[in-house]
């Protein structure tokens, strides 16, 4: 098939608000942007390069973590979110420059290298999704200075996986909340998005440097489409919050991801 071919039929508004709006209600119902389920199908379903799909994911998560915040301050106030500006910025110290440092490693990667990664960053994402999403407040595992230096190295390892894979970090920043600062979850939900915003915003301005970046001007609508499908999906996800019970939607969530490595592990 033609890449004009492919344009006109695979990467339409219809179908790219469609896709956006099921990734999104995914995420949605496991309190994520759904951003890990979206950068499959950019590469297996939309036919996008993987740089130009990790670089669209970023565009995309971007809109749905900013419409986020305003969407939970009724349960989250902005007020309890800049109390724990401590916590924040522990983690930025290490997310800021791991953003930064992932994103210009992924430019530099040569493709078939980059597909690989991205796969096995899906299958530990799937790991973590079914042992870590459940966990629950309790004694710090760590206080003071081990804290601190703990929080700068977690938040580094996420900056750096979230640039390469465009996503936004709450599969592995909430946990992080919950069990290294003893936040409660849906205390967790809305610090990640204050965590995210800004370490995908420096990502964002690394890729920028490149010239892959202009695969966003090449495709301006189908961003928009699908960033307004993914925040519809999104809602829509969080008003079917538990109606499907964790135990049954955590696995299956963990083998689409599964699927999705193999699937994008076989572009290399």
């Known amino acids: 098939?033609?890449?004009?071919?492919?344009?006109?039929?695979?990467?339409?508004?219809?179908?790219?608000?469609?896709?956006?709006?099921?990734i999104g209600a995914l995420g949605g119902l496991i309190g994520l942007g759904g951003a890990e389920f979206r950068l499959p199908l950019l590469i297996g379903i939309f036919n996008f390069a993987a740089l130009e799909a990790v670089i669209l994911n970023k565009a995309i998560s971007l809109v749905v973590v900013a419409s986020a915040l305003p969407f939970r301050a009724g349960?989250?106030?902005?007020?309890?979110?800049?109390?724990?500006?401590?916590i924040?910025?522990?983690?930025l110290a290490g997310s800021?420059?791991?953003?930064?440092?992932?994103?210009?490693?992924a430019i530099r990667l040569k493709s078939a290298t980059l597909y690989k990664l991205i796969a096995i960053m899906l299958v530990g994402i799937a790991i973590v999704l079914v042992l870590g999403h459940d966990a629950t407040a309790g004694q710090l595992l760590l206080t003071g200075a081990a804290q601190l230096t703990a929080g700068v190295i977690a938040?580094?390892?996420?900056?750096?996986v979230a640039a390469l894979l465009g996503v936004?970090?709450?599969?592995?920043?909430?946990?992080?909340?919950?069990?290294?600062?003893?936040?409660?979850?849906?205390?967790?939900?809305?610090?990640?998005?204050?965590?995210s915003l800004p370490t995908m915003l420096v990502g964002f301005t690394r890729y920028s440097r490149d010239q892959s970046f202009s695969v966003l001007g090449r495709n301006k609508a189908f961003v928009l489409v699908m960033a307004a499908g993914s925040v519809v999906g999104t809602y829509i996800g969080g008003l079917l919050l538990g109606i499907v019970p964790n135990g049954?939607?955590?696995?299956?969530?963990?083998?689409?991801?599964l699927i999705s490595a193999v699937k994008v592990w076989r572009h290399a």
Request: net charge negative; hydrophobic share 55%; charged share 5%.
């Open 1 to 22: 098939m033609s890449n004009h071919a492919t344009t006109s039929t695979t990467r339409n508004p219809p179908a790219a608000f469609g896709a956006g709006t099921i």
């Open 75 to 86: 349960t989250i106030s902005f007020g309890t979110i800049a109390d724990n500006w401590g």
């Open 88 to 91: 924040i910025g522990n983690l």
């Open 96 to 105: 800021l420059l791991g953003a930064w440092f992932g994103a210009g490693w």
């Open 155 to 160: 938040g580094f390892v996420i900056g750096i």
């Open 168 to 195: 936004a970090g709450g599969e592995l920043l909430i946990p992080t909340l919950v069990l290294l600062f003893g936040a409660d979850i849906k205390l967790a939900g809305s610090l990640s998005l204050a965590v």
């Open 248 to 257: 049954v939607l955590l696995p299956a969530l963990a083998v689409i991801l």
